[in-house]
């Protein structure tokens, strides 16, 4: 097969649920992106085959909404695209189905990435049933589509929890971490890590304008609070609103290209797509289905752990990365090391290529050849993806 390589990787600042982001639909985030994409390659939008962009809580944001977020970057009429959701994954799994389609000589130059707003997603009312007598009530769309574990009838929190008690997690330790995660988001923001990835958003308001620049939940933490939250999914749980990922609103995009079309543009990559993997099992264990994605990726290209100089993994609940570390046995220091999803938060739809993005801008930042992102998501799923810095 061909070989698929990472030209751009671009992210929108995360904002905070009903914060900073949320006049802005999925799709009009999602055009941002990929527009700010190709600008920072120099590659006209006339040149790029297809899109694939991830979405999770469509309902309301109209008709296919990566069409939408093409059609909106000015990427032309007469280019596909394709809306993926894989849950959380849908980001990544966006990127892996472009980079199928390079491997495959099928296309050349294709966009790919994933876009939330859970700020603006409905409530949901099956008044089409009828409603002879008596109230009726709404579902909370972010909730049902994006939070909920069908299988159980319970919340994915719920579902989280099951994992902490199984591989003997604390509070102490979950609350620690999300220390970690948040102490490394700051401290890259003010190390201007994020520069490389990170596009600014200006926003006109009755007082003026508004530019966005950083992640907004980063700064959020009260430390010495963290100790006295009550558990958010179970009553005798450990995961609690600190030590959990956040509702967001952003999005992530990566423009791949294959060998012939570096040459054809005169372009020069960030790094090589090497390997990826899907993996699934119980739904109720899905936290720790990113060690089985992982392990597949280290068995397909016979490298160990040690070769791999840097982890990005999606952190759903700081419990994702304890338990995966007792699975899997990486350096904490290896993983995540400009923050998480705790700290920086997790739209949905978007979080799999975010973590790509910031793999990319890791490996060229801090050295390395090898990173691998990986992702859980609902159902009990989880993506990865194993990429080459070419820096």
């Known amino acids: 097969m061909k070989e698929a390589f990472i030209i751009a990787a671009k992210r929108t600042p995360i904002g905070g649920f009903m914060g900073s982001l949320s006049g802005f639909t999925a799709p009009q985030l999602g055009a941002m992106v990929i527009q700010k994409t190709y600008e920072s390659a120099l590659v006209s939008p006339e ?12 309902a309301g944001v109209g008709q296919s909404p990566a069409r939408q977020a093409a059609i909106f970057s000015k990427i032309p009429v007469d280019k596909d695209a394709t809306t993926v959701n894989k849950v959380c994954a849908s980001g990544m799994k966006a990127a892996m189905i472009g980079a199928q389609q390079i491997q495959l000589g099928l296309e050349d130059l294709v966009m790919t990435g994933g876009m939330e707003s859970m700020s603006n997603v ?18 909370d769309g972010l909730i049902k589509d994006g939070l909920w574990d069908v299988y159980h009838n319970f919340h994915m929190g719920s579902a989280a929890e099951l994992g902490v008690k ?5 509070r102490q330790e979950l609350d620690d971490y999300a220390l970690i995660s948040y102490q490394r988001a700051q401290e ?9 990835e990170l596009f600014s958003i200006s926003i006109e308001g009755k007082k003026g304008t508004v530019v966005i620049e950083r992640d907004e939940d980063i700064d ?22 600190a030590n959990s990922s956040n509702l967001n609103d952003g999005a992530a995009a990566l423009l791949l290209g294959s060998s012939e079309a570096l040459q054809k ?20 264990w899905f936290t ?18 040690s070769d791999i100089d840097y982890f990005e ?50 490996l060229r930042q801090e050295g390395g050849k090898y990173g691998i992102a990986a992702i859980c998501n609902g159902g009990g799923g989880a993506s990865a993806v194993l990429i080459e810095n070419l820096n």
């Open 47 to 58: 040149n790029i085959d297809s899109v694939y962009m991830g979405n999770v809580l469509s």
């Open 220 to 241: 959020k933490l009260i430390p010495e609070k963290i100790s006295l939250l009550k558990p958010a999914f179970e009553n005798d749980g450990m995961l609690t609103a």
């Open 265 to 284: 543009y005169d372009l020069k990559p960030l790094a090589r797509i090497i390997a990826y993997a899907d993996a699934a099992q119980s739904p109720e």
């Open 313 to 362: 993994i999606n952190e759903a609940y700081s419990s994702v990365i304890l338990s995966n570390q007792q699975i899997l046995g990486y350096d904490l220091d290896k993983v995540n090391v400009y923050g998480g999803a705790v700290a920086m938060g997790h739209p949905i739809g978007a979080s799999g290529a975010r973590i790509m993005a910031t793999l990319v801008n890791v």
């Open 188 to 196: 890259a923001a003010a190390g201007n890590k994020f520069n490389a």
């Open 288 to 305: 720790t289905s990113p060690s089985v994605a992982i392990q597949k990726i280290l068995k397909s290209t016979e490298l160990s752990l």
């Open 122 to 139: 409905p409530h949901y009312n099956y008044l089409r049933k009828g409603q002879k007598l008596g109230d009726t009530t709404f579902t």
């Open 166 to 170: 199984k591989y003997g997690l604390t």
